[in-house]
């Protein structure tokens, strides 16, 4: 059976930001890998947290026993989201703070000589946490990227293993190129090591599944799936209960609570559950009551909205392969790659570029994101690249707009 057609207008009518205009332009928001707009879904339920229900936890009275009640709701979505258990779910700052402590953990059960594998795919934050390591004589082996294509270099990968290997940190998805890395094959030549994955990136654009790929950690962000500013960790019960993390007395020692200190987002936890509510009615047909159906409907509406996504994309790399002077970068595979497109323009520096769309209402990044080693590595750190980013909201109006915007770029 085909899906049915991507409701746009139905999708936009739920994000009060694309309402926005600059300079007399409506805002074209293509900064998604940095950052999604909100649906109204999510706002309501950080408003509704923080006027009705707002306390702190395990009280005896109304506000607090709600404050447990969302919590632990927001668990079982996200635990849908990823395919996990409800105490496999932890939430933290973002997903750098997470990251960290996670790091900090695992270095409890490492010897000096032990190794860590990191790739040069990787954001800044699945590699500094693990970079930090070598203060106890952890030895970190690096996989290279084959730079033509912006693809794990995975017979280095396999050279890099050893039967000291203990962690393995890769990304699901680059934020830079949108590389999509094979995560069953690195689990299938890694069986034994902790692999820990970071999926900010790609929970937005694919569907996450913690079952299929075996991993033991893997990290995310609910603002980077059109919900606030808050971090998300799963663990694997095994691996999470074996964990060593630093905790005050009075916090419960049972996973997930062992490694979330402190007193919690409460309201970015709440938006982050109504986030994933909007991925299973994306074009919001049950506002009036939480969509039904579960994992296998959310699934259902994960791969539409990537349909819509690479439709655009498609649209987009033609578009930008015509334009003189013009070279984008990563894989030209597109099933393998995210909806995120990163480009240089000869004779004008990515920060012109992006200033010059932003004139026209047009959002995109430009600079690094982070990936730091990858846009060193291809020789573009100085004035760094601009990256498109598509999301579920944007339009193949909005596509046009910016390839027209970018012929006029010098
Ligand atoms: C792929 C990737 N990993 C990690 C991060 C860091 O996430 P956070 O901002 O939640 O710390 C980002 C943020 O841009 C990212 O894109």
Same mark, same amino acid.
């Given at each position: 059976?085909?899906?049915?057609?991507?409701?746009?207008?139905?999708?936009?009518?739920?994000?009060?930001?694309?309402?926005?205009?600059?300079?007399?332009?409506?805002?074209?928001?293509?900064?998604?890998?940095?950052?999604?707009?909100?649906?109204?879904?999510? *706002?309501?339920?950080?408003?509704?947290?923080?006027? &009705?229900?707002?306390?702190?936890?395990?009280?005896?009275?109304?506000?607090?026993?709600?404050?447990?009640?969302?919590?632990?709701?927001?668990?079982?979505?996200?635990?849908?989201?990823?395919?996990?258990?409800?105490?496999?779910?932890?939430?933290?700052?973002?997903?750098?703070?997470?990251?960290?402590?996670?790091?900090?953990?695992?270095?409890?059960?490492?010897?000096? !000589?032990?190794?860590?594998?990191?790739?040069? #795919?990787?954001?800044?934050?699945?590699?500094?946490?693990?970079?930090?390591?070598?203060?106890?004589?952890?030895?970190?082996?690096?996989?290279?990227?084959?730079?033509?294509? +912006?693809?794990?270099?995975?017979?280095?990968?396999?050279?890099?293993?050893?039967?000291?290997?203990?962690?393995?940190?890769?990304?699901?998805?680059?934020? =830079?190129? !949108?590389?999509?890395? $094979?995560?069953?094959?690195?689990?299938?030549?890694?069986?034994?090591?902790?692999?820990?994955?970071?999926?900010?990136?790609?929970?937005?654009?694919?569907?996450? $599944?913690?079952?299929?790929?075996? +991993?033991?950690?893997?990290?995310?962000?609910?603002?980077?799936?059109?919900?606030?500013?808050? !971090?998300?960790?799963?663990?694997?019960?095994?691996?999470?209960?074996?964990?060593?993390?630093?905790?005050?007395?009075?916090?419960?020692?049972?996973?997930?609570? &062992?490694?979330?200190?402190?007193?919690?987002?409460?309201?970015?936890?709440?938006?982050?559950?109504? =986030?994933?509510?909007?991925?299973?009615?994306?074009? !919001?047909?049950?506002?009036?009551?939480?969509?039904?159906?579960?994992?296998?409907?959310?699934?259902?509406?994960?791969?539409?909205?990537?349909?819509?996504?690479?439709?655009?994309?498609?649209?987009?790399?033609?578009?930008?392969?015509?334009?003189?002077?013009?070279?984008? *970068?990563?894989?030209?595979?597109?099933?393998?790659?995210?909806?995120?497109?990163?480009?240089?323009?000869?004779?004008?520096?990515?920060?012109?570029?992006?200033?010059?769309?932003?004139?026209?209402?047009?959002?995109?990044?430009?600079?690094?994101?982070?990936?730091?080693?990858?846009?060193?590595?291809?020789?573009?750190?100085?004035?760094?690249?601009?990256?498109?980013? *598509?999301?579920?909201?944007?339009?193949?109006?909005?596509?046009?707009?910016? #390839?027209?915007?970018?012929? &006029?770029?010098?």
């Amino acid at each position: 059976m085909t899906p049915a057609k991507w409701n746009i207008d139905a999708v936009r009518a739920q994000f009060p930001a694309l309402s926005l205009s600059v300079n007399g332009q409506p805002a074209a928001f293509f900064d998604g890998p940095g950052g999604t707009q909100v649906p109204n879904r999510v *706002l309501e339920a950080v408003s509704t947290y923080l006027t &009705r229900q707002n306390a702190n936890r395990h009280g005896q009275f109304h506000t607090s026993a709600e404050t447990d009640r969302i919590i632990d709701k927001s668990r079982h979505q996200l635990a849908t989201l990823l395919n996990a258990h409800r105490d496999e779910i932890a939430f933290g700052a973002n997903m750098t703070t997470l990251n960290f402590a996670l790091a900090h953990a695992l270095a409890r059960d490492l010897e000096a !000589g032990d190794e860590v594998i990191v790739t040069d #795919l990787d954001h800044e934050a699945n590699r500094a946490p693990w970079f930090m390591l070598k203060e106890k004589g952890v030895i970190v082996r690096r996989v290279p990227v084959d730079l033509a294509t +912006c693809t794990l270099d995975m017979t280095a990968f396999s050279n890099q293993l050893s039967d000291r290997t203990r962690i393995i940190a890769v990304t699901a998805a680059s934020n =830079a190129v !949108g590389t999509i890395p $094979d995560l069953s094959e690195i689990r299938q030549r890694t069986p034994k090591a902790i692999l820990v994955v970071d999926g900010v990136h790609y929970a937005p654009h694919e569907v996450s $599944d913690m079952r299929k790929w075996d +991993c033991d950690f893997f990290l995310c962000s609910a603002y980077k799936f059109f919900g606030p500013h808050i !971090g998300i960790l799963y663990g694997k019960r095994n691996a999470f209960e074996a964990l060593q993390t630093d905790r005050v007395r009075a916090q419960q020692p049972t996973i997930p609570h &062992r490694i979330e200190t402190g007193t919690l987002n409460h309201e970015g936890i709440a938006g982050a559950g109504a =986030a994933v509510s909007f991925m299973m009615d994306p074009e !919001g047909e049950h506002l009036d009551r939480p969509p039904e159906g579960g994992r296998e409907r959310l699934v259902g509406q994960i791969r539409r909205m990537k349909a819509y996504e690479h439709g655009l994309m498609k649209d987009l790399l033609d578009g930008l392969d015509a334009i003189p002077g013009l070279k984008p *970068l990563g894989a030209p595979d597109s099933e393998n790659r995210t909806p995120t497109v990163s480009f240089t323009m000869e004779g004008c520096p990515a920060p012109q570029v992006a200033r010059q769309l932003a004139e026209r209402g047009i959002f995109v990044w430009d600079g690094d994101f982070y990936a730091t080693t990858l846009i060193e590595q291809l020789g573009l750190s100085e004035s760094g690249v601009v990256r498109v980013g *598509l999301a579920p909201y944007n339009t193949q109006d909005e596509v046009m707009r910016l #390839l027209d915007a970018l012929e &006029r770029c010098q």
